[in-house]
């Protein structure tokens, strides 16, 4: 789709959305959202980039093949359930860290990274698709 | 409610085993997608109903104030959902890729895997 | 809102406050590992030369994990660990006896040694489509039934397996494999169905889903509670997934189709895990089935036995031959559960290890004979005998023990199975036991005749064995063979585990008690 107006907005676009789908991962700690609905904006902001300027650029900015992405995520959520282990309580327990840093205090936890796992096991995967269908409709 | 929701069960059930037996793989296609929406409705009416109270846990408290819908079933009904939905889009492309290969969506006419006129087994050496 | 301190002592009524022992992990780690490393070979994806070995090196850890596991279980009895702290009901629980254990091993095993056959037999091709990945992830998603406590994960770990055994029963992609995808597919995918239905009754009729919990709410129902619908429907959910008679049909259709490697991993694992989820049910969530129930199953199961090996004694085709043996094999096991006393269900748990061993293993022997004679029908085979003993001596040392003669693994639970049944002076059950063992050694006497012993016809292709001489083709079926061989000759350590997990079944109280334990073990409200 090569109109003018979608390929000056897309890098808009597509910017805005990675940063909301960010804010939804981080929000969903303790609000409606979370990893996975973040993770479905983001991969249609990869989407939207894809249509607006192709797969091939897509994949040269993404950097990493987007399956990879996916097994990462697949990756960080089992080994964030396993942190429990050095925290002696059954698997997939929540810990958390308070660590203050410049005066800021920072909430970390292992659902925080099981979250991340989430976000990016979703976006691989969805990315994936949908660039594979739409390399198949725009070559 | 309830009633009413295990009439409307027992319709979809009765649609979709209706369209499962039959010979073509789209309509069986068909008929497991009703399935499982069947299946979900009735998980949800197995966890009884109800109505505009939804657990969530008031700001500052540990436990909600009031009886609230139950959770459960949306929980495991959330999950069968995506599940279901994404083994139903794979044999979706699997059935089309079955009919694009060989040129049919009857089953009767499906014998690749079972060829009908393989020869018999030797009756000795 | 003010927090009140009794909420707060509330919630902290539903978690643990002691930290669980080390060897508790061993539960976990059999679903841990797969995932892990099938992580990591994704992430891999363009080197596809480290693919095999990550797996293999995923498998002996995993081999290694479970056989402590099943230490552990022997020797501490029922190991539960409650997922994220909460105790059960509330949260999902894996609790490990001495089944799921034994089993996990079994399966961890088969999951080894197919993962060196494909190493060796596999093109670049389908290891970058992610084969071992597919493979761990199968292997996960059976270690995570064989090991859960809670009936909806249970159903979780199915759909999990059956997403890996999608993924590999389309490789390759031909015609006749996709047609026998579209049964596997569609047939597997209407059994989740029901389980998930039965799975969404249960619930219904006992308000929870961990299945110690439902074991001591179910004698406390009332009358009119839908038991028998809810047992039939697990039941005919679980019978689809094993493939039992009268809905075998889809597996001797689709289990040759695809590369046979995946054929043997599929004839191991899959429809056992069926079978033990019978087991689980059987035991934990209706004990005491209507009469009516139980006759069904013993009829389904002697059906299953006697035409699955009628069906194998008619093909022509040695890898259908093989789909029908283990059909007639899941009637055994369901015979011994249809049977339900201790000594029967040992046979049955005998039986199952026995069935996931030679399975597997007349699978990849089948592929050999395939890969060096080209031909797959009894009609063109012949004369393998004189250029390939080796195969020929292990070809026939499955076909003794898959039809129960000794001194290999299949005679011990077909005398366990026979002493059950005559025990309960069930005659014709005991019949069939031996009509299938006499029928099954036919079948196999033939195709060993027919493809071994026979002389090559004249104009036969040439038949070529350098494919034989590849180690890691070789060694993985004669490690199979060795174990057939070692429980025919050494059956005690078996007999032990699996007469303790029977003991597990016919009284699960210990299985309930470990579960409700850790609720003693809840946290006193935080100050």
């Given at each position: 789709?090569?109109?003018?107006?979608?390929?000056?907005?897309?890098?808009?676009?597509?910017?805005?959305?990675?940063?909301?789908?960010?804010?939804?991962?981080?929000?969903?700690?303790?609000?409606?959202?979370?990893?996975?609905?973040?993770?479905?904006?983001?991969?249609?902001?990869?989407?939207?980039?894809?249509?607006?300027?192709?797969?091939?650029?897509?994949?040269?900015?993404?950097?990493?093949?987007?399956?990879?992405?996916?097994?990462?995520?697949?990756?960080?959520?089992?080994?964030?359930?396993?942190?429990?282990?050095?925290?002696?309580?059954?698997?997939?327990?929540?810990?958390?860290?308070?660590?203050?840093?410049?005066?800021?205090?920072?909430?970390?936890?292992?659902?925080?990274?099981?979250?991340?796992?989430?976000?990016?096991?979703?976006?691989?995967?969805?990315?994936?698709?949908?660039?594979?269908?739409?390399?198949?409709?725009?070559? | 409610?309830?009633?009413?929701?295990?009439?409307?069960?027992?319709?979809?059930?009765?649609?979709?085993?209706?369209?499962?037996?039959?010979?073509?793989?789209?309509?069986?296609?068909?008929?497991?997608?009703?399935?499982?929406?069947?299946?979900?409705?009735?998980?949800?009416?197995?966890?009884?109903?109800?109505?505009?109270?939804?657990?969530?846990?008031?700001?500052?408290?540990?436990?909600?104030?009031?009886?609230?819908?139950?959770?459960?079933?949306?929980?495991?009904?959330?999950?069968?959902?995506?599940?279901?939905?994404?083994?139903?889009?794979?044999?979706?492309?699997?059935?089309?890729?079955?009919?694009?290969?060989?040129?049919?969506?009857?089953?009767?006419?499906?014998?690749?895997?079972?060829?009908?006129?393989?020869?018999?087994?030797?009756?000795?050496? | 809102?003010?927090?009140?301190?009794?909420?707060?002592?509330?919630?902290?009524?539903?978690?643990?406050?002691?930290?669980?022992?080390?060897?508790?992990?061993?539960?976990?780690?059999?679903?841990?590992?797969?995932?892990?490393?099938?992580?990591?070979?994704?992430?891999?994806?363009?080197?596809?030369?480290?693919?095999?070995?990550?797996?293999?090196?995923?498998?002996?850890?995993?081999?290694?994990?479970?056989?402590?596991?099943?230490?552990?279980?022997?020797?501490?009895?029922?190991?539960?660990?409650?997922?994220?702290?909460?105790?059960?009901?509330?949260?999902?629980?894996?609790?490990?006896?001495?089944?799921?254990?034994?089993?996990?091993?079994?399966?961890?095993?088969?999951?080894?040694?197919?993962?060196?056959?494909?190493?060796?037999?596999?093109?670049?091709?389908?290891?970058?489509?992610?084969?071992?990945?597919?493979?761990?992830?199968?292997?996960?998603?059976?270690?995570?039934?064989?090991?859960?406590?809670?009936?909806?994960?249970?159903?979780?770990?199915?759909?999990?397996?059956?997403?890996?055994?999608?993924?590999?029963?389309?490789?390759?992609?031909?015609?006749?494999?996709?047609?026998?995808?579209?049964?596997?597919?569609?047939?597997?995918?209407?059994?989740?169905?029901?389980?998930?239905?039965?799975?969404?009754?249960?619930?219904?009729?006992?308000?929870?889903?961990?299945?110690?919990?439902?074991?001591?709410?179910?004698?406390?129902?009332?009358?009119?509670?839908?038991?028998?619908?809810?047992?039939?429907?697990?039941?005919?959910?679980?019978?689809?997934?094993?493939?039992?008679?009268?809905?075998?049909?889809?597996?001797?259709?689709?289990?040759?189709?695809?590369?046979?490697?995946?054929?043997?991993?599929?004839?191991?694992?899959?429809?056992?895990?069926?079978?033990?989820?019978?087991?689980?049910?059987?035991?934990?969530?209706?004990?005491?089935?209507?009469?009516?129930?139980?006759?069904?199953?013993?009829?389904?199961?002697?059906?299953?036995?006697?035409?699955?090996?009628?069906?194998?004694?008619?093909?022509?085709?040695?890898?259908?031959?093989?789909?029908?043996?283990?059909?007639?094999?899941?009637?055994?096991?369901?015979?011994?559960?249809?049977?339900?006393?201790?000594?029967?269900?040992?046979?049955?748990?005998?039986?199952?290890?026995?069935?996931?061993?030679?399975?597997?293993?007349?699978?990849?022997?089948?592929?050999?004979?395939?890969?060096?004679?080209?031909?797959?029908?009894?009609?063109?085979?012949?004369?393998?005998?004189?250029?390939?003993?080796?195969?020929?001596?292990?070809?026939?040392?499955?076909?003794?023990?898959?039809?129960?003669?000794?001194?290999?693994?299949?005679?011990?639970?077909?005398?366990?199975?026979?002493?059950?049944?005559?025990?309960?002076?069930?005659?014709?059950?005991?019949?069939?036991?031996?009509?299938?063992?006499?029928l099954t050694s036919i079948t196999m006497g033939r195709v060993w005749a027919l493809t071994f012993w026979r002389p090559r016809s004249e104009g036969a292709p040439e038949i070529d064995t350098a494919m034989l001489q590849d180690r890691r083709l070789m060694a993985p079926l004669i490690a199979l063979v060795a174990l057939t061989v070692g429980i025919g000759l050494f059956p005690a350590p078996l007999f032990e585990l699996a007469g303790l997990g029977a003991a597990g079944l016919t009284d699960p109280s210990e299985y309930i008690r470990a579960v409700f334990d850790l609720a003693a073990h809840v946290g006193v409200a935080e100050q």
């Amino acid at each position: 789709m090569n109109t003018v107006i979608l390929r000056t907005v897309a890098p808009f676009l597509t910017s805005l959305m990675i940063i909301f789908s960010i804010f939804v991962l981080l929000r969903g700690h303790n609000e409606p959202g979370g990893g996975f609905i973040g993770g479905l904006i983001a991969a249609s902001s990869v989407a939207i980039y894809g249509i607006a300027n192709g797969v091939a650029p897509v994949r040269r900015a993404l950097y990493f093949h987007p399956i990879v992405i996916a097994a990462a995520g697949v990756l960080l959520a089992t080994l964030s359930g396993v942190m429990s282990l050095f925290g002696n309580v059954p698997f997939l327990t929540g810990l958390w860290w308070f660590p203050e840093t410049t005066g800021i205090p920072i909430t970390l936890s292992t659902p925080l990274f099981f979250d991340i796992g989430v976000w990016l096991t979703v976006v691989g995967a969805i990315s994936a698709i949908a660039l594979a269908l739409e390399e198949k409709e725009y070559d | 409610m309830e009633v009413a929701l295990a009439i409307l069960v027992g319709c979809f059930f009765a649609l979709s085993i209706y369209l499962i037996l039959s010979l073509h793989t789209i309509r069986i296609l068909l008929g497991i997608a009703i399935l499982t929406n069947a299946v979900n409705m009735s998980i949800f009416t197995a966890g009884r109903l109800t109505r505009e109270v939804p657990p969530i846990v008031p700001d500052g408290s540990y436990v909600p104030l009031e009886a609230t819908a139950n959770p459960l079933p949306q929980a495991l009904i959330l999950t069968a959902i995506v599940i279901s939905f994404s083994l139903f889009a794979f044999v979706l492309v699997l059935v089309y890729r079955a009919y694009q290969e060989l040129g049919t969506d009857a089953t009767t006419e499906m014998v690749e895997a079972e060829p009908p006129h393989e020869p018999a087994t030797p009756r000795g050496y | 809102m003010a927090t009140g301190p009794a909420d707060k002592a509330l919630v902290a009524q539903s978690m643990l406050n002691e930290a669980p022992a080390l060897s508790d992990w061993l539960v976990v780690t059999p679903v841990i590992i797969p995932f892990v490393f099938a992580a990591i070979i994704v992430m891999q994806r363009q080197r596809v030369d480290r693919h095999g070995p990550i797996a293999i090196a995923g498998f002996v850890l995993l081999v290694l994990c479970n056989i402590g596991l099943v230490n552990a279980v022997r020797s501490d009895g029922v190991i539960v660990m409650a997922m994220s702290n909460w105790i059960p009901p509330f949260g999902i629980s894996f609790t490990v006896d001495i089944v799921s254990a034994l089993f996990a091993l079994v399966a961890s095993v088969i999951g080894l040694l197919t993962a060196i056959f494909a190493d060796g037999d596999l093109d670049m091709r389908s290891r970058r489509y992610g084969f071992f990945a597919f493979l761990l992830l199968l292997v996960a998603g059976v270690s995570g039934a064989f090991l859960t406590g809670d009936v909806f994960n249970l159903y979780v770990w199915f759909e999990v397996l059956l997403i890996a055994s999608f993924g590999l029963i389309v490789y390759g992609g031909g015609r006749e494999q996709l047609d026998g995808a579209v049964r596997y597919a569609i047939l597997n995918l209407l059994a989740t169905t029901f389980f998930l239905i039965a799975t969404g009754l249960l619930y219904g009729m006992t308000g929870t889903l961990n299945f110690a919990d439902i074991a001591r709410k179910v004698p406390e129902l009332t009358a009119g509670a839908p038991t028998a619908a809810v047992a039939s429907l697990f039941i005919l959910a679980f019978a689809m997934k094993a493939a039992a008679f009268p809905l075998n049909f889809w597996l001797p259709a689709s289990y040759h189709t695809p590369p046979a490697v995946v054929g043997a991993l599929f004839a191991g694992l899959l429809t056992k895990v069926g079978v033990y989820a019978l087991f689980r049910i059987t035991s934990l969530v209706f004990p005491t089935p209507p009469a009516i129930i139980d006759t069904v199953v013993m009829a389904v199961a002697v059906a299953t036995m006697v035409i699955g090996v009628l069906g194998a004694l008619a093909q022509n085709d040695i890898r259908r031959v093989m789909g029908f043996l283990v059909v007639s094999g899941i009637g055994s096991m369901l015979l011994g559960i249809a049977l339900g006393t201790t000594e029967a269900l040992m046979g049955a748990i005998i039986y199952a290890v026995h069935s996931m061993i030679v399975m597997t293993a007349l699978y990849l022997a089948v592929d050999l004979i395939q890969k060096a004679t080209a031909r797959f029908r009894l009609t063109e085979l012949g004369g393998l005998y004189a250029v390939a003993p080796l195969l020929s001596t292990l070809f026939l040392v499955l076909a003794f023990a898959v039809s129960g003669l000794p001194p290999f693994s299949g005679l011990w639970p077909k005398i366990v199975l026979l002493r059950a049944s005559l025990a309960v002076d069930a005659h014709w059950a005991a019949f069939a036991i031996l009509l299938t063992g006499i029928l099954t050694s036919i079948t196999m006497g033939r195709v060993w005749a027919l493809t071994f012993w026979r002389p090559r016809s004249e104009g036969a292709p040439e038949i070529d064995t350098a494919m034989l001489q590849d180690r890691r083709l070789m060694a993985p079926l004669i490690a199979l063979v060795a174990l057939t061989v070692g429980i025919g000759l050494f059956p005690a350590p078996l007999f032990e585990l699996a007469g303790l997990g029977a003991a597990g079944l016919t009284d699960p109280s210990e299985y309930i008690r470990a579960v409700f334990d850790l609720a003693a073990h809840v946290g006193v409200a935080e100050q």
